[in-house]
């Protein structure tokens, strides 16, 4: 049976992480953003995102936060979370599924610790910004 459950692969969707500035804080924060680099409209987007590692040898864990998107169109990009400073240290993941052409997509991507840096940054597409790409 369950060589019969087809489970289609995410492909040109992405979670991705670049600076914005940040009236609050009064300095550049980093942000994840959900990129919808397809043709397709994504719909019922639920985005499930927590932080988790060791900082000073001491297992930490965030909340859990969960945001839903009714639409995200073709070739857009949508604003999931600030990534406040405290959390880059630790690895932040990303549960994404979404329908699209009435078919159930899964994928969870993740920032590994520290990866989130200046150095680590790459054209992203969509939004022409330069930033880190979640794995």
Do not use: C
């Not at 300095?27 to 994840?32: G, K, L």
């Not at 043709?39 to 965030?62: C, F, K, P, Q």
């Not at 590994?112 to 910004?129: F, G, Q």
């Amino acid at each position: 049976m369950k060589k019969d459950i087809i489970i289609p692969k995410v492909a040109n969707v992405h979670i991705v992480a670049f600076q914005e500035w940040n009236d609050d804080f009064m300095e550049n924060s980093w942000y994840a953003y959900l990129i919808n680099d397809t043709d397709d409209l994504l719909e019922m987007a639920m985005v499930v995102s927590r932080a988790y590692g060791l900082i000073n040898g001491e297992e930490r864990r965030t909340g859990t936060f969960r945001h839903a998107f009714a639409k995200v169109e073709p070739r857009t990009a949508v604003k999931v979370e600030l990534l406040e400073n405290n959390v880059l240290q630790l690895n932040n993941e990303f549960m994404l599924s979404y329908f699209a052409n009435g078919q159930l997509f899964d994928k969870t991507f993740v920032f590994r610790t520290n990866s989130i840096n200046e150095k680590a940054t790459a054209d992203l597409p969509i939004i022409n910004k330069r930033g880190v790409f979640a794995n």
